[in-house]
Structures are given as structure tokens and as C-alpha cells.
């Protein structure tokens, strides 16, 4: 059975750091990803990770060269390292991850997740 647990979520003021983390069990998977909600919004990419012999990451434009997304193989966990956090990135921000090797921008095409977390940036 798959299940992914993110931690790391938290309140911080506009232009601090806040690092996530989500550990999978069950089985280990080729793409790994980051989705956030925000109230009133519907769900969007943030980043996402391959790893098929070779380490590939994607961003959304939103949060290109402020946030990365890194992977442990060998404790089967993804982070996500958010770096000069703005108001806007206020979300409940989601683990993913894909059976598949393609690379997917969009929710639908996840097919496991984690419960959220939520990030708070205060301006």
C-alpha cells in the first residue's frame, strides 16, 4: 500500500526558508512531485523530480530559482527547499507521485498524494 507523509510545513515571514519533506512507502516510484492549493484556487505544479539513472527536476515559472526539489533514492523521500517565500506561496502544498515516467504538469495525472501541509507566509 502506497503512502506518502509530508512534514515540514509551518508560519514564516515573506523572504524566509521553509524545507519539506515527503517520505513514500510501499514501493518506489520514477517521477515524485509538489503540488499547493490555496483557498479559492485549484490545485497547481509547483515542481517535480525523475530519477531513471538520472536526476531531472521542473518548475513551475512562479517559483523557478526560488524553490528546489531534491530526492533521497535511498529513503525514498522528496523535498521540496523554498527559498525567499513571498505572501502569494501561502498554500496547503501536496506531495505526488506518478506510476508512470512521464513528467506531468497537471493534478489528474498523479496518482497518489500525500494530506498536505500547510505554508503560511506572513508579509
Known amino acids: 500500500q502506497v503512502q506518502l507523509v509530508e512534514s515540514g510545513g509551518g508560519l514564516v515571514q515573506a523572504g524566509g526558508s521553509l524545507r519539506l519533506s515527503c517520505a513514500a512507502s510501499g514501493r518506489t516510484f520514477n517521477v515524485m512531485g509538489w503540488f499547493r492549493q490555496a483557498p479559492g484556487k485549484e490545485r497547481e505544479f509547483v515542481a517535480a523530480?525523475?530519477?531513471?539513472?538520472?536526476?531531472?527536476?521542473y518548475y513551475a515559472n512562479s517559483v523557478k530559482g526560488r524553490f528546489t526539489i531534491s530526492r533521497d533514492n535511498a529513503k525514498n523521500t522528496v523535498y521540496l527547499q523554498m527559498n525567499s517565500l513571498k505572501p502569494e506561496d501561502t498554500a496547503v502544498y501536496y506531495c505526488?507521485?506518478?506510476?508512470?515516467?512521464?513528467?506531468?504538469?497537471?493534478?489528474?495525472?498523479?496518482?497518489?498524494w500525500g494530506q498536505g501541509t500547510q505554508v503560511t507566509v506572513s508579509s
Open positions: 505526488a507521485v506518478d506510476l508512470t515516467t512521464v513528467v506531468y504538469t497537471t493534478a489528474r495525472d498523479y496518482d497518489y
Open positions: 523530480i525523475t530519477w531513471n539513472g538520472a536526476t531531472n527536476t
